[in-house]
Nanobody
Framework: VQLQASGGGSVQAGGSLRLSCAAS????????MGWFRRAPGKERAFVAA????????EYADAVKGRFTVSRDYFGKTGYLQMNSLNPEDTAVYYC????????????WGQGTLVTVSS
C-alpha cells in the first residue's frame, strides 16, 4: 500500500490549508494514521494522528486548537485541516500508518510542502 500526501501550498500567516492522505491498493486497514512534518533543518516531528476504530485523535501541543485530523467513512483517506497557520508550520508534511500498537509507522509516502509566509 502506498500513501500519498497532497494539498500543500503557499499561504500567508493566518491562512488555512487542508491536506489529504490517500491510500492506493485494496483492503487497506490500519491501527492509526499519523501526520508528521519535517521543517527545514529540523528532525521529523509528530503532528497528529487518528485511530482507525473509533476515530479518536491525538495532537502535538504545537498544533492543538489549530489543526484537525479526520478520515473518510471507510478510513482510506485521511485529512489534516490546518487553520491559523504561522511561519513555524512551514515544513514538508507526511502521512504514515501503524498496523498495530506495537509496530512502527510505515508506508511513508512522498510528502507535501507547506510554506507559510509572514
Amino acid at each position: 500500500v502506498q500513501l500519498q500526501a497532497s494539498g500543500g501550498g503557499s499561504v500567508q500567516a493566518g491562512g488555512s490549508l487542508r491536506l489529504s492522505c490517500a491510500a492506493s491498493g485494496r483492503n487497506f486497514s490500519y491501527y492509526k494514521m499519523g501526520w508528521f512534518r519535517r521543517a527545514p533543518g529540523k528532525e521529523r516531528a509528530f503532528v497528529a494522528a487518528i485511530f482507525y476504530r473509533g476515530g479518536d485523535t491525538e495532537y502535538a501541543d504545537a498544533v492543538k486548537g489549530r489543526f484537525t485530523v479526520s478520515r473518510d467513512y471507510f478510513g482510506k483517506t485521511g485529512y489534516l485541516q490546518m487553520n491559523s497557520l504561522n511561519p513555524e508550520d512551514t515544513a514538508v508534511y507526511y502521512c504514515a500508518v501503524k498496523k498495530s500498537l506495537s509496530t512502527p509507522y510505515m508506508n511513508w509516502g512522498q510528502g507535501t510542502l507547506v510554506t507559510v509566509s509572514s
